[in-house]
């Protein structure tokens, strides 16, 4: 299998490398105010938004932050274990629910090509725990779920065709068979302030993640490039994993906020099913790459207690065979209450 280390990923690698030690030389490192408002997301992704119709096709995700509170007493249980990795920092838990859907490039054919990525859904909800400081956030979430047809990948594209009028996919019956699905996913990111331009404020938000389970299995190093007002309500918008993700809780401290952003990540696989195929019965499957990476920009609008983002997302081939770099865009709107 081959595997080439683009200039890009030791950018990358450099930029993970080097957070921890900037963002310990940044002093102020406190915990935002109290936030007695929780936040409520919803996430789109479809490749319709860069003008194709395949490979990671659509994805949504419902999210909720709670307010910086007090723990439901199963997840302060787990909170107490997870002292030792999540640092100091406003704590907050959350909730999730959504579905991935994944399909070859051509979907018209009723037996698809062995040699292009093979028909997949996702249907996972998701508990996690964050903590938030001045310059860094932690994140650990537990993802349960299901892969194969009981994911209801078929059922959602094929009516979701229908409702706007276009040919149906024809070759779900060979996706993944039935599989549990369990990961549990760590993530670290520093806020670094680069001062003004333009008078905007300036900052960069380096990240790392490393994801463990049979969905998918590996580690990332990334970061954003912002520009705006109000930049300390959040740390960019909410994305679906694996993407390089923002934050879901959103705490302005004025009524109106903007930014645009830029961003980089790139991931080393140990596993992904969607591609090696089910873990313990034969499907189909593809030779996937093992170094992927993604370039991303787009803008955000917060105001009174909302919150707008857009985002497009450039990512690389992901199999040997897949033709060229695959292009999609995520919406995501978010409320205060």
Same mark, same amino acid.
């Given at each position: ?26 002093? &102020? ?8 408002? &929780? ?102 979430? *537990? ?9 209801? @990948? ?37 806020? *670094? ?42 740390? &960019? ?26 961003? *980089? ?55 040997? @065979?897949?033709? @060229? ?13």
């Amino acid at each position: 299998m081959r595997a080439r280390l683009s200039p890009t990923v030791f950018l990358l690698l450099a930029m993970g490398a080097s957070g921890p030690a900037i963002a310990q030389a940044i002093p &102020g490192d406190q915990a935002p105010p109290p936030d007695p408002k &929780g936040t409520l997301s919803f996430s789109l992704e479809n490749d319709m938004f860069g003008g194709s119709d395949r490979y990671y096709t659509n994805g949504f995700q419902l999210a909720w932050r709670s307010p910086s509170a007090d723990l439901p007493a199963p997840l302060g249980w787990l909170n107490d274990r997870l002292d030792w990795l999540m640092g100091p920092g406003a704590l907050r838990w959350g909730l999730a629910f959504g579905q991935s859907l994944y399909t070859p490039r051509n979907t018209d054919t009723v037996l698809p090509d062995p040699r292009d990525r093979p028909y997949a859904g996702y249907l996972y909800g998701a508990a996690s725990l964050s903590r938030v400081s001045g310059r860094t956030a932690n994140l650990f979430e *537990l993802q349960l779920g299901v892969v194969g047809p009981s994911a209801l @990948g078929e059922f959602v594209q094929n009516n979701y065709h229908d409702i706007i009028n276009i040919d149906q996919t024809n070759g779900w019956k060979s996706q993944l068979k039935d599989e549990p699905a369990i990961t549990a996913l760590y993530e670290r990111k520093w806020r *670094l302030p680069l001062g003004q331009l333009n008078g905007f404020g300036l900052e960069a938000i380096p990240s790392a993640t490393v994801s463990l389970g049979n969905v998918q299995t590996y580690a990332a190093v990334g970061g954003l490039l912002r520009l705006g007002e109000g930049l300390e309500a959040d740390l &960019g918008p909410p994305r679906i994993r694996p993407a390089l993700a923002g934050s879901t809780a959103f705490q302005p401290r004025q009524d109106f906020g903007w930014y645009v952003f830029a961003g *980089l990540d790139g991931r080393a696989i140990a596993r992904d099913i969607f591609l090696d195929g089910n873990t313990w019965r034969d499907s189909r499957s593809v030779d996937k790459r093992i170094l992927v990476g993604d370039a991303q920009a787009g803008v955000a609008v917060l105001w009174r207690g909302m919150r707008f983002a857009y985002t497009q997302v450039w990512r690389s081939e992901e199999f040997y @065979g897949q033709e @060229g770099v695959q292009s999609f865009g995520s919406l995501s709107v978010s409320f205060r209450f």
